[in-house]
Nanobody, 114 residues
Framework: QVQLQESGPGLVKPSQTLSLTCTVSGGSITTSYYAWSWIRQAPGKGLEWMALITYDGKTYYSPSLKSRTSISRDTSKNQFTLQLSSVTPGDTAVYYC??????WGQGTQVTVSS
């Protein structure tokens, strides 16, 4: 069974860059034809898809976040990473990593505050 685990700072200051890592076990992030994504949910709001990286390294971004977001991977560690720059309190949310369509991590709370 595939398992995903998010890791990163729980608190980030405004204007800083948030970096989150998703560690995958039970399956390889390079296995055809899976894709791996980051999604977030702000307090009182719905799920927001942020970015995706495919099994062969192609990347896709939400248009609304594209200018601030970068997704990458480390195949040697079976991890993929999200970077979100110039964060504001509006980026406070629970951040999830997932394998597109099925498995999700438990989520990690990120608060943006000075």
């Amino acid at each position: 069974q595939v398992q995903l685990q998010e890791s990163g700072p729980g608190l980030v200051k405004p204007s800083q860059t948030l970096s989150l890592t998703c560690t995958v076990s039970g399956g390889s992030i390079t296995t055809s034809y899976y894709a791996w994504s980051w999604i977030r949910q702000a307090p009182g709001k719905g799920l927001e898809w942020m970015a995706l990286i495919t099994y062969d390294g192609k990347t896709y971004y939400s248009p609304s976040l594209k200018s601030r977001t970068s997704i990458s991977r480390d195949t040697s560690k079976n991890q993929f990473t999200l970077q979100l720059s110039s964060v504001t309190p509006g980026d406070t949310a629970v951040y999830y990593c997932s394998r597109w369509g099925d498995y999700w991590g438990q989520g990690t709370q990120v608060t943006v505050s000075s």
